[in-house]
């Protein structure tokens, strides 16, 4: 049985979670304080607890950290100040232009497969030529959430018949890892730590990549479905300027024939 880890607390004080993200990002007080334009002796002030910071002050901070919006509405309520982002359920009222706007790119998409991802890549629309790709993952899989990174890299999903999960795998890898990187996420790392653990993960880290790739173009996710190949290339998409946590961690997948063979194949299979 598949049972997902534990994850482990994130910083709830101010200084703590500055502290935290100046540590992602890299960057010392001096130039965190350089650039929102206080000095690295107040915000060492403000991190170890001895001087409150105003709300406009940790917007600033949070702007030169690169801080996700629910992020920045966390370190708001720890100083007791309100969120400044809504994060509304998709399905919402005021949400149905968005969730519209969505469902329409998937459907016309199809039979192409297509899915809309929260911010751990968990799917939460999906067109009915995505709906047939997860089919072909074992039931006990699909019991946690729909992950694509669970789905592609598990020995029993769909890197069971990846022709090249040589490729494929390493990207996907480096994309969780990309997610990991970019924010304090306890189930992103969880996550991360999760799919390495996988045997076949493991094989593929412990091996060089493989010289040449098999499209000089791009990576292509090469599957073999019942004696049926299927070759397919990916694209991404996030919405623009968003105000909302939940729009701001949306992103919209797109897969595409590589071939027409694999063109011609989704389209029967519609």
Same mark, same amino acid.
């Given at each position: 049985m598949l049972v997902a880890p534990p994850v482990a607390a994130t910083p709830t004080t101010v200084g703590g979670q500055l502290r935290a993200w100046r540590a992602k990002r890299r960057l010392s007080q001096l130039e965190v304080g350089l650039t929102a334009g206080v000095s690295s002796r107040h915000l060492s002030f403000i991190e170890t607890g001895r001087a409150r910071a105003s709300a406009e002050l940790l917007v600033a901070l949070a702007d030169v950290l690169d801080m996700p919006l629910r992020d920045r509405n966390a370190l708001l309520l720890a100083a007791g100040f309100a969120p400044r982002y809504s994060e509304t359920q998709l399905d919402a009222p005021g949400m149905a232009a968005m969730q519209q706007a969505i469902t329409r790119v998937l459907d016309a998409h199809d039979p192409y497969p297509g899915v809309a991802l929260d911010r751990h890549w968990n799917i939460v629309i999906a067109n009915a030529a995505a709906q047939r790709m997860t089919a072909i993952v074992p039931p006990e899989l699909l019991a946690l959430p729909h992950n694509i990174f669970r789905l592609g890299l598990h020995p029993r999903g769909i890197a069971a018949c990846t022709s090249n999960f040589d490729e494929w795998g390493r990207y996907m890898l480096r994309e969780l890892q990309r997610l990991a990187d970019a924010a304090i996420d306890p189930a992103v790392s969880a996550l991360l730590d999760e799919v390495r653990s996988y045997p076949n993960v493991q094989a593929l %880290?412990?091996? =060089?990549?493989?010289?040449?790739?098999?499209?000089? %173009?791009?990576? =292509?996710?090469?599957?073999?479905?019942?004696?049926?190949r299927l070759s397919l290339f990916t694209t991404l998409a996030t919405f623009g300027s968003p105000r909302d946590v939940t729009l701001a961690e949306l992103t919209v997948e797109l897969f595409y024939p590589a071939d027409a063979a694999t063109e011609a194949a989704l389209r029967a299979s519609a």
């Open positions: %880290l412990a091996t =060089p990549p493989q010289a040449a790739p098999s499209n000089p %173009l791009l990576v =292509p996710c090469v599957l073999d479905v019942a004696g049926q």
